[in-house]
């Protein structure tokens, strides 16, 4: 029997389900707006996207396990989300577990983890992690997501919690952060951190080719014009970066002497952005080489675009056992 997993990437946008073959390629890729409004909708919603995707599967092939990630607070052991702040609050405690193996149509182990988790599960099976025991992730998006993977196991914590590096604090009196914190690095970092900054400067009337280019349409500005105003060698776009990226190598500094993983990887869309990652390697060994003894070293992840359904594919081939 050919053998295939479900692998499910809950996003921001979209809900993506694919199957996995032990081999991590990807096919019969799907997806659903993520705008689902409720537990009931989402439901059917997840059924209906597993059942596309079940019909692509080749005859006498099978299921053997599912795997999800998605944003949040995950219980793994109870596949259970925690704590899930934003528009798939609804999904707090509903047991998800039970409505995939449901859509699946037959008991399967299902496993569901935090997408960074999940997205470092993928790259130690399959991408740029295969066969290390100490590695840490930064997703770069939107948000900055984190995971830990420390003497070949998966950082959970106390409550479930540990790997939230995206709320390492690097300013101490810095901006208030969505989690309660000031001066997080997610506050500073992220997609949205860097498109507040540059859309202030941009309102201020800062000389910029950003406000030449969106003072009469501040809402199409995004963190990729910014990065891409600053390669170009625009001044105000390029102090946003250089503060930013600061930012970051600072996290990742504290990070690595907490952790002192053998391996950094940054994945996620902001991850690809022009000359991020030359000067912030630099500056990452630069704080961290003389502790350490050695420099770290600092690469992208490897499962590009359908990183999420891959990740969620590796957790699902750990929960059948292979
Ligand atoms: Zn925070």
């Known amino acids: 029997v050919t053998g ?26 799907r997806s659903v707006s993520s705008r689902l ?40 052991a109870a596949a259970r989300v925690r704590s899930l702040p934003g528009e798939f609050r609804y999904l707090e405690g509903e047991p998800l577990d039970r409505w995939i193996a449901g859509a699946v149509g037959r008991p399967v182990p299902v496993r569901l983890d935090n997408d960074a988790r999940t997205a470092l599960a993928g790259e130690l099976r399959w991408g740029a992690a295969r066969g290390r025991r100490n590695v840490a992730l930064l997703t770069l998006g ?21 790997g939230h590096l995206g709320h390492v604090t690097v300013d101490v009196e810095g901006p208030h952060c969505s989690c309660g914190n000031r001066g997080c690095v997610e506050a500073i970092f992220s997609a949205r951190a860097i498109e507040g900054d540059a859309l202030a400067a941009v309102r201020r009337g800062c000389e910029s080719s950003l406000h030449a280019d969106f003072a009469a349409r501040p809402d199409a500005l995004t963190c990729a014009d910014v990065f891409r105003a600053a390669a170009r060698g625009d001044v105000v776009a390029r102090a946003i970066v250089r503060r930013a990226a600061g930012a970051l190598s600072a996290a990742m500094a504290g990070i690595a002497h907490a952790l002192d993983p053998e391996l950094f990887l940054l994945g996620g869309s902001i991850a690809a952005a022009p000359a991020l990652i030359g000067p912030l390697r630099s500056d990452f060994w630069r704080r961290t080489e003389r502790l350490l003894g050695r420099r770290i070293p600092v690469r992208r992840a490897a499962l590009g675009g359908e990183a999420g359904i891959a990740g969620a594919g590796a957790l699902a081939w750990d929960a059948a056992g292979e």
Do not use: W, Y
């Open 4 to 29: 295939f997993v479900l692998g499910i990437d809950v996003g921001g946008t979209t809900v993506k389900a694919g199957l996995v073959g032990r081999d991590g390629a990807i096919t019969a890729v």
């Open 37 to 76: 409004g409720g537990p009931r909708s989402f439901r059917r919603a997840l059924e209906q996207l597993v059942a596309e995707v079940l019909a692509q599967m080749p005859p006498g092939a099978a299921v053997a396990a599912a795997g999800m990630g998605c944003k949040g607070r995950i219980d793994t």
């Open 142 to 162: 939107s948000g900055v997501g984190g995971a830990a993977f420390c003497d070949g196991r998966m950082l959970q914590g106390h409550a479930g919690a540990a």
